[in-house]
C-alpha cells in the first residue's frame, strides 16, 4: 500500500481562512518534511519536523511520530499559499504523497 | 540558496527514441536524485547517487539508466523511450541522506514520448 497519504486531496478557501493539511505514514520514519509546488511545478522545501511542533512564518507543523502522522497548517491563508503541498518522509530516501492542492480565493 | 540545474526544459521524442536529461548542482552536494511526477501524483523516485560513479536503485527504475559522471553532474538515460514516460521529471540534490538534510530542486524537465 501507499506510504504516504495525504488529505484532503483538495481544499479551496477563501483568502484569511485557516487551512488544516494532513499527512499519514505508514513506515518509520526518520524525517518528515513538507513541500510547496508551485502551479507552474517550481519546488521549496517548507519544513522539516521529526516529531513534535515546528513554526515558519504562517506555518506550523506537527508530528506525532508514534501515531505516524504529521499536519500542516496555514494561518490567515493568501491567494498566493495556492499551489500543492507535498508530505514526504525519508526512510533512507525520500518517499512521497500525493498532495493537497490548496485554492485560494480572493 | 543551493543551486540546481536542468537541461533542456522541455523535450519532445518518438517512442523508442534515445533521450539524456541533465543535472548539475553547484553546492557541492553528495547527494543527487531523480523524480517524476505524473498527474494526479506525487514524486516517484527513479534513481539516486550518493557520489561521483555511485547510482542506486529508486522505486520506478523500469525503462531508465542513470549516470552520475561527478559530483556536480547526473544523467537520467531513456535508451527506448515509450510514450508510459511522458512525464515531468525533477532532479534534486541534498548534502546528505540522513534525516536533517533538505532537498534543493530544479526546475524540472517536461517530457513528451509521441
Known amino acids: 500500500g501507499q506510504q504516504v497519504q495525504q488529505s484532503p486531496a483538495s481544499l479551496v478557501l477563501q483568502e484569511g481562512e485557516n487551512a488544516e493539511l494532513q499527512c499519514n505514514f505508514s513506515?518509520?520514519?526518520?524525517?518528515l518534511q513538507w513541500f510547496y509546488q508551485s502551479p507552474g511545478g517550481s519546488l521549496v522545501s517548507l519544513l522539516s519536523n521529526p516529531s513534535g511542533t515546528k513554526h515558519t512564518g504562517r506555518l506550523t507543523s506537527t508530528t506525532v511520530t508514534k501515531e505516524r502522522r504529521s499536519s500542516l497548517h496555514i494561518s490567515s491563508s493568501q491567494t498566493t499559499d495556492s499551489g500543492t503541498y507535498l508530505c514526504?518522509?525519508?526512510?533512507?530516501?525520500?518517499?512521497f504523497g500525493d498532495g493537497t492542492v490548496l485554492t485560494v480565493k480572493p | 540558496e543551493a543551486a540546481v540545474t536542468q537541461s533542456p526544459r522541455n523535450k519532445v521524442t518518438v517512442t523508442g527514441g534515445n533521450v539524456t536529461l541533465s543535472c548539475r548542482q553547484t553546492n557541492s552536494h553528495n547527494y543527487m536524485y531523480w523524480y517524476r511526477q505524473d498527474t494526479g501524483h506525487g514524486l516517484r523516485l527513479i534513481h539516486y547517487s550518493y557520489g561521483a560513479g555511485n547510482l542506486q536503485i529508486g522505486d520506478v527504475p523500469d525503462g531508465y539508466k542513470a549516470t552520475r559522471t561527478t559530483q556536480e553532474d547526473f544523467f537520467l538515460l531513456l535508451e527506448l523511450a515509450s510514450p508510459s514516460q511522458t512525464s515531468l521529471y525533477f532532479c534534486?540534490?541534498?548534502?546528505?541522506?540522513?534525516?536533517?538534510?533538505?532537498?534543493?530542486f530544479g526546475a524540472g524537465t517536461r517530457l513528451s514520448v509521441l
Open positions: 534534486a540534490s541534498s548534502g546528505t541522506g540522513g534525516s536533517q538534510n533538505t532537498l534543493y
Open positions: 514526504a518522509i525519508n526512510t533512507g530516501k525520500l518517499t
Open positions: 513506515s518509520t520514519a526518520t524525517q
